[in-house]
């Protein structure tokens, strides 16, 4: 099963057995070999601000907009850190879609993207069945950057998507139909122009904060008033309950308004 607490627990498996740090073997034994001269590992994100070259700021999506912010501190050793270009990345996706240079056994690359049965989700890899297709996907998501890998075999296809921009709405309504839209490219075919929808919701996001504001205000302003005019405001309670249920409404229909993106 997919949880990140399990790759940490194996990547310190792989420094009490190797007496190396994870990063340092990644630098050995898949970066050098597969020429990635601009990808390193980095335990922590505060540690990867003090590189040489730096990761760029991601944005944060939020009111339509794509807002500037510093990725926030975590621990990153094992489910992520590894810090990379497009280009290196596609070295990666072509070892793994030919299995040049022979870091790994025919055999043991075949098992790392082969799900056990019953479940969907292999070693590093989701793999699925769409349209009629063999997918091999999976996606990175942080707070203000967003990565997606994907391999279509039968085609002879792969693509990896960086985005220095990261949020619930671009990783639902945008960003797969970009990755759609390069696939179609690849296979000869011409996307169809879309509206993504993005500053749609985000200025529905910002009424709703305001709605939300104005009835915090009013849950204050409501008590004073009652102990001056000693006067059950019914009608306030109701609209004050009605308010707090605007925020469940508009998530449960989130699913329905991106349909329309």
């Known amino acids: 099963h997919y949880f990140n607490s399990n790759y940490a ?5 792989i420094e009490v057995v190797s007496g190396k740090t994870f990063e340092v073997v990644l630098e050995e034994e898949l970066f050098k070999p597969l020429n990635m001269k601009s990808t390193t590992a980095v335990r922590t994100y505060a540690l990867a601000r003090k590189l ?7 944005h944060v999506a939020a009111y339509g907009r794509a807002w500037r912010w510093h990725e926030p501190d975590g621990f990153l050793s094992g489910h992520g850190g590894v810090i990379s270009t497009a280009a290196d990345m596609g070295r990666w996706l072509n070892w793994q879609m030919t299995g040049q240079p022979n870091i790994l056994t025919p055999e043991l690359l075949t098992l790392m993207q082969t799900p056990p049965p019953g479940s969907v989700y292999a070693m ?11 997918v091999l996907w999976h996606d990175g998501v942080f707070s ?7 391999i279509k075999p039968e085609l002879g296809l792969g693509a990896v998507l960086l985005y220095a921009i990261g949020g ?3 990783t639902m ?32 996001a910002a009424a709703l904060t305001l709605i939300l504001v104005i009835a915090a205000l009013l849950d204050l302003i409501a008590p004073r008033r009652r102990r ?28 329905q308004l991106l349909q329309f993106a």
Do not use: C, M, Y
């Open 124 to 134: 590093g890899w989701f793999r699925q069945n769409r349209e009629g297709k063999t």
């Open 228 to 255: 001056h005019l000693g006067v059950a405001l019914t009608w306030g309670a109701t609209a004050g309950l009605i308010v707090r249920f605007v925020p469940i409404l508009f998530l449960l229909s989130l699913p």
């Open 144 to 150: 203000t950057v967003f990565s997606d890998i994907v």
């Open 168 to 170: 619930a709405i671009p």
């Open 173 to 204: 309504s945008v960003f797969p139909d970009i990755r759609s839209g390069v696939f179609g490219i690849a296979n000869g075919e011409f996307p169809h122009p879309h509206d993504v929808f993005f500053s749609k919701l985000g200025l529905w």
């Open 52 to 58: 040489n070259r730096p990761p760029i700021d991601g």
């Open 9 to 13: 627990i194996v990547a310190r498996i």
